[in-house]
Structures are given as C-alpha cells and as structure tokens.
C-alpha cells in the first residue's frame, strides 16, 4: 500500500536541491571573480616590488650605470606615477586625470609609487591598496617631481630608463 504524502513530498526535495545548488553555483561565481581581482592585485604589487628592486639594485652600482626596463601590468591598471617628493603643483592628464590619484599624490609621502585602477575595478566594494613605499632613494626629469605613466595609452605596458646617479636613481620615460 502506498502512502500519499511521499508523492507530494518528492517534488519539494527536488525544488530544495535546485536551490541549494543554485546558492553553491553563485557563490563560486563570487568567489571566482573575487580571487580573479585579488590575482590582478598580486601581479600590480609584485611588478611594483620588481622595480622597487631594481631602484634599489641601480643605487649600489656606480654612477651613470643605466639599462631600460619593461614591465606589464594587468588591463584593470590605466596609470602609474612615480613621486619622489610631495609637490602641490602637477598636472595629471589622459587616463591619469582622476580625482582619487590626484588626492592620493597630494597626501602622498616621498618616494612613493602610485597606480590607478580602471573604472571598472575601483566600483568594486573591494578596497585594494593604490600605492607602495620605494626604499631607494629616486629622482624624475619632472621639475615636478611626479613622473606619470598612462598604461592604457601603452598598451599597458611600462618602459623606463634606470639610471644610477651616486646617492639616487634616475626614472625617465623611454
């Protein structure tokens, strides 16, 4: 003899089980895209300590030592400047032309690498760090001081010329 309530209770296990795997299905989507960005993160801040290592590197070998880096940087990257003292008079301009850099800079410390993240990235609720203090001592052609490099206009692609100067390195634009 067959009892009725598990015919009217098998379509609710199934309905149950569709949400519950719906539920997993959209958290590994978060969870895929936000590992995505903290990846893209990772490669900003590791290229940033590359050329913090070789500022370092140029400023223990003799003076007018030099040689041209290539660095890339993920899409999600549009500018990077170089500040070697706080200044109140720049221009920032291109895709470097943002309110949030140019705060940053001007509350800004010496020897400071600053990178902006596209729109894209920085409407995202997750706050990722902007900015990374140089150990080596560094200077910019810029009267300035504040060397600015728009990515998105290089294909995302940063190339410099390092050149050891005695007491500091010398960033300029190739």
């Known amino acids: 003899m067959k009892k009725r309530g598990q015919i009217f209770g098998e379509p609710f296990i199934f309905i149950f089980a569709l949400i519950v795997a719906a539920m997993v299905f959209a ?29 370092t590197t140029f400023y223990n070998l003799e003076q007018g ?12 990257v549009d500018c990077i400047c170089f500040l070697q003292q706080t200044t109140s ?25 600053f990178w902006l993240f596209n ?7 997750a706050k990722l760090p902007d900015k990374l203090k140089i150990k080596g001592l560094f200077t910019v052609t810029d009267n300035t001081r504040l060397l600015c490099f728009d990515l998105v206009k290089d294909k995302h692609t940063l190339q410099i010329r390092l050149e050891s100067q005695g007491n500091q390195v010398l960033i300029t634009r190739v």
Do not use: H, W
Request: glycine content about 4%.
């Open 65 to 76: 030592s030099n040689n041209v880096l290539k660095y890339n940087f993920p899409s999600s």
């Open 89 to 113: 008079s720049f221009q920032l301009t291109g895709n470097c032309d943002n309110d949030l850099l140019e705060n940053n800079i001007r509350n800004g410390n010496n020897n400071m690498v």
């Open 119 to 125: 729109e894209k990235t920085r409407k995202k609720e």
């Open 27 to 55: 958290f590994g989507i978060k969870i895929f895209f936000d590992i995505q960005e903290r990846a893209e993160f990772a490669q900003v801040a590791d290229t940033v300590q590359r050329i913090n290592e070789q500022i």
